[in-house]
C-alpha cells in the first residue's frame, strides 16, 4: 500500500482539527441553549415575584393612608 502524499496528509489532519474545532462549538452552543433557558425561567420567576411584591407594596400604602386619615390632626 501506498503512502498518502505529504499534501493529503495535511489535508487530512486539517480536516480532523476543524472537526474538532466544530465539536466544541456544537458543544458550547447546547451548553449555552440548556443556560439561557435556565436564565428565562429564573427572569420569569423574578418577574412574578417582582409583580407580587409591588401588589403587596401598594396594597400596604392603601392601608397606610387609610391610617394616617383615621388619626387626629394636630391643632
Request: with cysteine; glycine share 0%; charged share 25%.
Amino acid at each position: 500500500m501506498r503512502e498518502a502524499p505529504p499534501i493529503v496528509a495535511a489535508m487530512h489532519a486539517e480536516l480532523e482539527t476543524l472537526e474538532a474545532k466544530i465539536r466544541q462549538v456544537a458543544e458550547l452552543c447546547h451548553y449555552l441553549r440548556r443556560d439561557n433557558i435556565a436564565l428565562r425561567q429564573q427572569l420569569l420567576t423574578t418577574q412574578q415575584d417582582n409583580k407580587q411584591l409591588t401588589s403587596r407594596l401598594e396594597a400596604a400604602k392603601t392601608r397606610l393612608q387609610s391610617l394616617l386619615q383615621t388619626l387626629p390632626e394636630d391643632n
